[in-house]
C-alpha cells in the first residue's frame, strides 16, 4: 500500500508543475490579447481612410483597370491562409485551415484552380504532410505580426493578380483568418480581396458620401485625378493590399492569444480536478495504510496477550 501512495505524490507533483506552466501560459497570453488589440484599433484609421481613397477612385471614375474589374470569365484563384506558428491554443488553427477547405472547394467547383499561400507553421504542416502544393508561405511572426511583414506577404500576392491568368497570375485574391470579436469569441472567415466587388464599393462609397455630408444615402461625387485614374489605382491598390493584409494578421494574432489564453485555463482547471481527484485517492490509501497498520498493531498484541496468558498457566 505504501508504494500506491508514493504513485499518488508522484503523479500530484507532476500535475502541479504542469498546472504552474499553464496557468503561466494563461497569464502571458491574456496581457498580449490586450497588446494585439490596441494594435488593431491603431491600424483602423489609415485603413479607413485608405478605403475611402480607394473607393473615391473605383467609384469617381470610369477607368477600367485589372484589380478592379472581374474577369470574364476567372479561371484562378489565390487563397491566403493565416494560421499559427505554435500550438497550444485549442482549435484555433484548425478552424482556419477548415474555412480555407470549404473556399477551396467552393471555388473549385466554379471551376477555377487554386494557388494557396499560407502564414504560420501550423498551415505549413497540415499542407505539408498531405503533400500538397503550396506557392509561397511565410512563418515566425504570427503572434505578433509588423507591418513590414504584411508587405513581404503582400508582395508576390499583387504580383500575381496583375498577371493574366495564362500567364501563371490570379483572377481572384482571397484570404481566410481568424476574426477577433470578444474574449470568448473568433470566428475563421473567407473574403474575397481582390478584385473589389462593386456592389461593396458602391456601399462603402455611400456611407462614405453620407458621413461627409450629413445626408443618408448621398454618394461621393465625381474627381479629376493626376495623372490618371488609373495611375492612382497603380500606387493605391498594393497599398490597400497590405493593409487588408496586416489588419487580418493583426485580428489573428489577438484571436490567436485568445484562443491560447482559454486553452490553458482550460487545462489549468482540468489540472485542479485531477489534483483534487488524486488527493481523494492519496488520502484513501493514506487512511487504508494506516488502517492496515493499526490493524497489525493490535493484531500483534492481542497474540502477544494470548502467548502471555498461556504461559501463566
Known sequence: MGAQLRVYKRRIQAVTATKKITKAMEM????RIVKAQRKVQASMPYATELNRAVTAVATGSSTKHPLTTEAESPVRAAVLLITSDRGLAGGYSSNAIKAAERLRERLAGEGKEVDT???????????????????ESWTGFTDSP??????????????????DSAEGGVDELHIVFT?????????????????LSLDAVTSAATAAGAEES?????????????????DVLDALLPR???????NALLQAAASEHAARRRAMKSATDNAGDL?????????????AEITQEISEIVGGASALADATAGSDK
Open 240 to 246: 490597400y493590399v497590405e493593409s487588408r493584409i496586416y
Open 146 to 163: 509588423a507591418y513590414g511583414d504584411a508587405k513581404n506577404v503582400a508582395a508576390p500576392l499583387i504580383e500575381a493578380i496583375q498577371k
Open 28 to 31: 502571458i497570453a491574456a496581457s
Open 179 to 195: 476574426e477577433f470579436v470578444s474574449m470568448m469569441t473568433q470566428n475563421p472567415v473567407d473574403n474575397r480581396m481582390l478584385p
Open 214 to 230: 450629413g445626408k443618408k444615402g448621398e454618394i461621393l461625387p465625381l474627381f479629376d485625378f493626376e495623372p490618371s485614374a488609373e
Open 275 to 287: 489534483i483534487k481527484s488524486l488527493s481523494r485517492l492519496a488520502n484513501a490509501a493514506r487512511q
Open 117 to 135: 499561400y499560407i502564414v504560420g507553421r501550423k498551415g505549413v504542416a497540415y499542407y505539408g504532410f498531405r503533400e500538397r502544393k503550396v506557392a
